[in-house]
Structures are given as C-alpha cells and as structure tokens.
C-alpha cells in the first residue's frame, strides 16, 4: 500500500487527507494498538431511533389554512402568498421574524410550549436566513393560537413573519400541538398544522414546525428534522480512540453507537432508513460494514481479498460503491444489496477512490490520482465517461454531490492550507467556502443549501493541542458555525428527511 502521501516540513507533521486509503497507515497501527488492550465487541444496543407516531392534520385558518403554491425564487408575490427569498446566489438579510412561547391549555402544556418555542427560534436562528425578534419587543402576547393577531402590533416591531402556537399534553400521555404561521404585512395565515404524539416526541415536532416554517417563506425544503452521524474521537494524537456517534442536527439526543474496540472511519447514511454503512477495522481487518442504528446489527459487505473502504449507498439504496484495494492501488466497485453481486466501476491502476452518486444515478463523482496527482472526476454509473472536473491549484478529494444536483462539494489542498468548496458538476463556478489548517469531509444537509465537515487544530511535537471540530456552514460561504459534540469530532455525514 502507497505510503500517506503529504508531508509538510513546516509543521512536522503528516497532512492527511479525508479518505480513508490516505488514513490506513494510522489507522492500521491504531488497530494493532487497541488489539493490545481490548476486544470488547461493538455496541448492539441502546441505538434505538426514536419511534415517530407523529400524525398531523391541516388547521382551518380565518383565511385559509394553506397558503397557495409559492411563486417562483425571484417572481413577484401575489396577495395571499409569502414572498420567496431567493438564497441561492448571494448573502441576504435575515428575516425577521417573531415567535413567542406556545400557549399552553395545561401545567405540561405551558412548559412543552416553551420548550417548542425555543427550539424553533433556535434553528431559525443558527440558519441565518431568520432573525427571531426578542421578546421583550413584543407589544401583543396572542391569547390563543387561533384569533386572527394584531398584526398592526407586529409591524411596528418590524416582524415580517409571526409564529402562534397551542399545546395541550392529553389524558392518554400524548400532546397535541397547533401552530399557525402569519405573513404580518398582508395579514394572512399561511400555514396551520396540528401533530399528534407522544411527549417524548416534543422535539421532532418542534423540527418539523420549523422545517414548515422554512419552506413556507424561503420556498424550499428544510433540513432540521435530521441528523447527522460522525465519528467521535478522544485520546492522545498519536493513539486516538475513534467510534460512531449520531446526534440530532441541533447536536441534542447525542449517543454513541460503537464503544471504540475497533477503529471506525466515513460513516453513510442510507437514503431513506436508518441504516449506515461505514469501514472498521473489527478484528483487525479493514472492511465495510452495514449497521442498523434501531436494532445495533452489523454485517460485513462483500468478501474481498484485499481492504474495502469509503463506501456510499446509491440514490435508491438498493447498493453500495466503494473502494477496494488492487495492488499499489484501488479499485471503485458496486455492491448489489439484493443479490450482492459486485461489478467494477473502474481499473486505472491508480488510486480511485470517496466515489459518490449523483441525486438521479446516472453518474458518479470520485477522486484519483490517474493523471499524476489527486483530482476529482465524473464518470457514467457504468463506469465508462471519465472526464476530470478540478483544475484549480492544489490537489482535491472528497466529492459528495450535492441533493439538488447542482453542485459537487470537495476539499482541496494546497500552499499548505485545507479549504472546503464546492463546484458545478462539469467542474465550472468554483468557489471555496472555508479555509484553515485543515478542514476536511464536507456533507450536504438534504436541502443542499448547508454543507457540515471538520476542522482540525495544529498539533504539537507530542501531539499536544490537537482537536477535531465538527462545523457547518452555508453554500455561499456565510454564516460558518460550530455543531458542539461532547467529544472531539471527524467525518461527519448528514441524514435525508427522518422518515
């Protein structure tokens, strides 16, 4: 196998790319390191998903309950409809917008309402597209969730949106949450939702709530009811101890899913359940696993004879493309779930390998070093097409293919400094999006519009100073923030809609 293939002199130290063939001589010695100390086996329980049971039903509003199909990202509003900003091509001014705690029918219900309230402010705020108003500006506190508001009130606070909200927690143990969304300056309800379900559930709903919220005003879908599934890290620099753990797209209901034993790298989600595919090193031997994140099963993919990495489920799910090694190099094949018959995408020679589906199948992105050094290139589904797509200075890796279809997301080094970007698919329009010491691994939220990846701090001689962050930020380069983990963070992966 190809030794890690940068060194930069300046800072001591090896600069490692995000895929994991750059990783496998760290992470081989790790293996070998815990092989010394433990073989607990991998966690097979306490990774159950939340159960949704989440029903909802539209609220008749004074108007209407809703609101008409939203003109298209930059057309003219028409009385009744909310206007769409279009945030596809530039920074623009954050909506305001004013949400005051839910009502609550009852002592359980006022304490959900807040809590609901919160969470909605929360992630309207850390997308940078709103401006929740303070509360201490509030001229009206709405008695109910279902008289028409003063909206007179609100404008003067210059609130160009209002939330109201209603819950009652019921007999049976479930609640039963309203909320209704205004469009202050044509004094219209433009969205009236009720859910149904269990008090566990509260935070979902508050997601869900703000997802409608999102589509309804900006006239795409939102991305808060996710998740994202990453790998955490602890322990010294030179021996650190690296297991899955997923979390809530706010960073909440945080667990881990693997304890450690076994060195585990570039977890995927499944395009619509909640299984992950990912590479460990379990019993020393690198492969690509499934992991199902209700039930804590795992199954290796496919026996191959040499080491199967960087895997990513296809648009239907029905398989899987990974690396797997041949030689001095690797290979890029995909692996039928069904029937697991394996076909060869590619046969280079060379390093090919982070292979990634676009939205509708029919292509493939990946990075290779066929042409001298690392690049990225699209190929047909099939294998046949390749044609190189980076030109920019510096080597790239990482491709990951945006939802809408759009844009390709990479990392690139170069003049001893990482950057997160992201490009056409024919590789036109590149634009970096955050730079630093490194900073690796972009992830698209299934909107497109947010990408999460990783920062990495310097390390000292011992390896003292070192930390990995996870971070997100928006495609237009605004609006970079830090999504806390309980522990240092790599490799982050963004989940679909939960189902």
């Not at 997308?127 to 506190?141: E, K, M, N, T, V």
Request: contains cysteine; proline residues 8%.
């Amino acid at each position: 196998m190809p030794d890690l293939p940068l060194i930069d002199p300046r800072a001591a130290r090896p600069i490692v790319f995000w895929d994991a063939l750059d990783r496998l001589a760290d992470a081989r010695r790790q293996a070998a390191e815990a092989e010394a100390l433990s073989r607990r086996a991998l966690l097979r329980g306490g990774s159950a998903a939340i159960a949704a049971g989440i029903t909802a039903a539209a609220l008749p509003g004074l108007a209407y309950a809703q609101a008409p199909a939203a003109p298209a990202a930059g057309a003219p509003a028409t009385p009744g409809q909310p206007t769409v900003i279009d945030i596809t091509r530039a920074r623009v001014d954050p909506i305001p917008i004013a949400i005051p705690e839910f009502i609550g029918v009852n002592p359980a219900g006022e304490r959900f309402g807040r809590d609901i309230a919160g969470v909605i402010s929360a992630n309207l705020q850390r997308s940078g597209l709103f401006r929740p108003i303070d509360r201490s500006a509030f001229i009206q506190r709405p008695a109910d969730a279902v008289t028409a508001p003063r909206f007179a009130d609100w404008r003067v606070i210059n609130s160009q949106a209002l939330v109201t909200g209603r819950v009652e927690a019921q007999g049976d143990g479930r609640l039963r949450v309203e909320f209704r969304l205004w469009d202050v300056l044509p004094e219209q309800q433009i969205e009236g939702t009720a859910f149904t379900s269990t008090q566990q559930n509260w935070r979902r709903i508050a997601h869900i709530i703000s997802d409608r919220i999102y589509e309804r005003l900006l006239g795409e879908k939102g991305y808060f009811d996710t998740r994202i599934v990453y790998i955490a890290e602890s322990g010294p620099r030179d021996r650190r101890v690296k297991r899955l753990a997923i979390m809530d797209q706010d960073s909440e209901n945080h667990r881990f899913l693997t304890d450690g034993s076994w060195l585990t790298l570039t977890p995927r989600f499944h395009p619509s359940t909640n299984i992950i595919t990912f590479m460990s090193f379990f019993q020393n031997r690198p492969r690509v696993y499934l992991f199902n994140i209700d039930s804590g099963s795992q199954q290796v993919l496919g026996d191959f004879p040499g080491m199967t990495f960087a895997p990513r489920f296809s648009p239907d799910g029905g398989s899987v493309v990974m690396s797997v090694t041949a030689g001095d190099g690797s290979n890029i094949v995909q692996l039928d779930l069904r029937g697991r018959s394996v076909r060869r995408l590619t046969s280079s020679g060379a390093i090919d390998t982070s292979p990634c589906f676009s939205p509708d199948g029919s292509q493939i992105t990946f990075n290779s070093d066929r042409g001298g050094n690392q690049q990225l290139y699209v190929m047909d589904s099939g294998g046949g097409g390749v044609r190189r797509i980076s030109y920019g200075e510096g080597r790239y890796a990482t491709p990951v293919w945006s939802p809408r279809g759009d844009l390709i997301a990479f990392t690139r080094f170069g003049g001893g400094r990482f950057a997160i970007g992201v490009m056409q698919p024919d590789g036109t329009g590149e634009r970096l999006l955050s730079e630093g010491f490194a900073v690796e691994g972009p992830t698209f939220a299934p909107n497109g519009r947010v990408l999460a990846f990783f920062r990495e701090s310097p390390a000292g001689a011992r390896g003292s100073g070192y930390s990995a962050r996870l971070a997100s930020v928006d495609i237009t380069g605004f609006n970079e923030r830090a999504l806390p983990t309980p522990l240092d963070a790599s490799d982050p992966a963004w989940s679909p809609l939960i189902p």
